[in-house]
C-alpha cells in the first residue's frame, strides 16, 4: 500500500462502524479505500465485549462481541480494504488532509477525496460525575476494567462496588464475578434500570448482585487505594438524603455512568454539532455540515445495538463513494427535523427530501422518560399534516427507536418547511 | 400445591414480567408474555435453567495474553462455576481461529467451549 497516493475513502476508526463504512465503499466502487486505527486490531470497542448478545439482527444469531467483530474484518479484507493499525490520527481538514503519527510510519499527512468519521465513544469519568471524597487509586470506568479483564487478563481489584447500572456496568458485575471477585453491590442514581432487564436477570439476580435504585455513592474513601465508598439513598433531585449514608468496604469503584461520542476531530474539522447528544449534527445521507466529511456510529450518537451501527457504517461509506463519484444527493435542498413530545433526541437533524425519490429515510430517537404503555411516534409538518406514524408497545430512554418515512411521503414532506417528531 | 413465581423473560430486550403457576415442578400456566417465546422461556427456567457462558483462556505467542471464547451452547446454570474452573487451566498457543473447539463435551454436557476470535501468532 502507498500511503503517498491519493486515497478514494479514509475511514477513521475500525470499529463496526469503520469496517461497514470500508467495505460498503469498496462495493461502490472505490478503489483505494483505507481504514485507520489506533489500536494494534480491528473490531473496536468489539474487541473487549467478550459476552454475546451481538448480531441477532445482522446475522440472527446471538455472537460474541469479537465474533461479531471477526466477521466483519474478514469480509473488509476479501473485500481489498485497506488496513492501517497501531496509528492514531491527530487531525482532518475540510479538504481531507489526514495527519496521522505511529511507531512504523512516524508523522504523515494522508489525502483522500472523501473522509468517513468512526472514532466510536467514550465513557464518563469521575470527572464527569463530581463524587466527593479522596482520590485513590482504585476508581475506574467500567470499560476500562473490562479491556483490563478481557483482553490483558488482569483483574483490577477484589471487591467492588459499581456505580451506575448500565449494560457495561452490569455485564462487567457478572464477568469479574465468574472470575473469583466480589461484587458487593450496584448502585443507581434513578429510580429505574438504566440497562436492559435481561442483564438484570442475567447479570445480577443469576449471581446474587444487589441492585440499589435510587442509591449513588456519596462518598469514597481511602488514600492510596480505595477502602471503602459510602452509599446514600438520594431524594427526587438525586441529593443524597442525610441520615442515609451507609459504609461499604471495597477495594475498587467502577463507574458506568454513560458514553459520550468521542468527536475532538470532528470539532477541529469545523463540524456544525447537535450540543444535547455531543455529537455532530447529519443528514440522512449522514454527511455533516463539511460536504465529504460523513460519520458513522458512536460518534454520532450513542447506539444500544451494534447491528444499527453497522447499518450506519454501511450507508456513510455508500455517501462517501457517491461523493467520491460526484453522485452525492445531499447538496440538495435540506429540512430539518426537531424533537417534540417526550423525544429526547433525533438522528438524523436534517434530512433532504430528494432522497425519499430513491428510498426510505429512517429516523433514530431516544425518548427522555419510560412510557409503559402503547405508544405512537408521529412525525408531522408543523401545520399538522402527518407523514409517517408507527405504533410501539412500549418506549424507554434505554433503547433507541426508530420510524421510517417512506418513499411515498416524497410530496408531503418536500412541501413542509420542518418536521416534528413525537411521542404520543 | 400450586405456587406462583415471578420472572423477567430474557429472550429480547423487552424483558416481560411474566407470573408462571407451576405444581410437583410441571409450569401449568404462564401469564405476562407478551409473545409466545415468553411461555417456553419459563418452562425453560423453572425446569433446566441454561445461559450462555463467555469468557476467556490464556494464550501464549498471540497479540494479546487471552483469547475470547464462548459455550456452543447454553449450559445448565449449575454448572456455571466448575466451566470456569476448567477453562483456568486451559493453556493455548497462538495462532487459533473462530469456532476451532478448544475444550470438547466440557463436563460430558455435549457442548463445546469455542474460540470467538481469531488470534494471530506475532
Ligand atoms: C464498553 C462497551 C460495551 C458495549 N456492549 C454492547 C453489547 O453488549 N451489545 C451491543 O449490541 N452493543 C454494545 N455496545 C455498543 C456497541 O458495541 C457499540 O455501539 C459499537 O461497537 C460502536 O461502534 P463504533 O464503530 O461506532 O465504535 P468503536 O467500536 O468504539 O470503534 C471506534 C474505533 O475508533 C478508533 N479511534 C478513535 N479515535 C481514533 C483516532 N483519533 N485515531 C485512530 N483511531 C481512533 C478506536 O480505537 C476504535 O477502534 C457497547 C459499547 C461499549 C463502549
Ligand atoms: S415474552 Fe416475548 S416480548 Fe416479552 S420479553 Fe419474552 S420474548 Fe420478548
Known sequence: MNLTELFDVIVIGAGPAGLAAGIAAREQGCDRVLIID???????????????GFGLETFKEDLPGPSYAQRFIDQAKAAGVNFLLDTMVLN????????????RIGLKVLNAKAVVLAMGCRERSRAQIRVPGTRPAGVYTAGTAQRWVNIDGLMPGKRFVILGSGDIGMIMARRLTLEGAEVARVVEIMPYLSGLSRNLVQ?????????????TVSRIYGNRRVE???????????????????????DTLLLSVG??????????????MDQRIGGPVVDNTYSTSVPGLFVAGNV????????????????????????????????QKTIPVQGGAEVRSVVPQLICPESLKT???????????PLERSVEIVVQAPDDTIIAKRRLPYARPGEMVSISIPSDAYNLAAKAERLIVSLV | MIEEKKLICVTCPRGCQLTAEVEDGCVLDVSGCSCKRGKTYAEAELTDPRRMIASTVRISGGIHPMLPVTTSAPIPKGLILQL??????????????MNDVIVSNVLGTGIDVIASADMEKV
Not at chain 1, 489506533?38 to 454475546?52: F, K, M, N, P, Y
Not at chain 1, 450506519?312 to 444527493?329: C, E, I, N, Y
Not at chain 2, 477453562?87 to 498457543?93: A, E, F, I, K, N
Open chain 1, 38 to 52: 489506533r489500536d494494534i486490531e480491528a473490531g473496536g470497542i468489539l474487541q473487549q465485549c467478550v459476552h454475546s
Open chain 1, 92 to 103: 482532518v481538514t475540510r479538504d481531507f488532509q489526514v495527519t496521522v503519527s505511529g511507531a
Open chain 1, 203 to 215: 447479570c445480577l439476580q443469576d449471581y446474587d448482585i444487589p441492585l440499589f435504585l435510587n442509591h
Open chain 1, 228 to 250: 471503602a465508598v459510602e452509599v446514600s439513598a438520594v431524594d427526587g433531585q438525586r441529593n443524597p438524603l442525610p441520615g442515609t449514608a451507609e459504609r461499604i468496604e471495597c
Open chain 1, 259 to 272: 458514553l459520550i461520542p468521542e468527536n475532538e476531530l470532528t470539532r477541529k474539522a469545523g463540524v456544525k
Open chain 1, 300 to 331: 454520532v450518537h450513542v447506539y444500544d445495538l451494534v447491528d444499527y451501527v453497522s447499518q450506519a457504517g454501511t450507508k456513510a461509506g455508500r455517501s462517501a463513494a457517491d461523493f467520491v463519484h460526484g453522485r452525492w444527493l445531499g447538496l
Open chain 1, 359 to 369: 428510498e426510505e429515510i429512517v429516523l433514530q430517537l431516544r425518548v427522555s422518560s
Open chain 2, 84 to 97: 470456569m474452573a476448567v477453562l483456568r487451566t486451559v493453556d493455548l498457543q497462538a495462532p487459533v481461529r
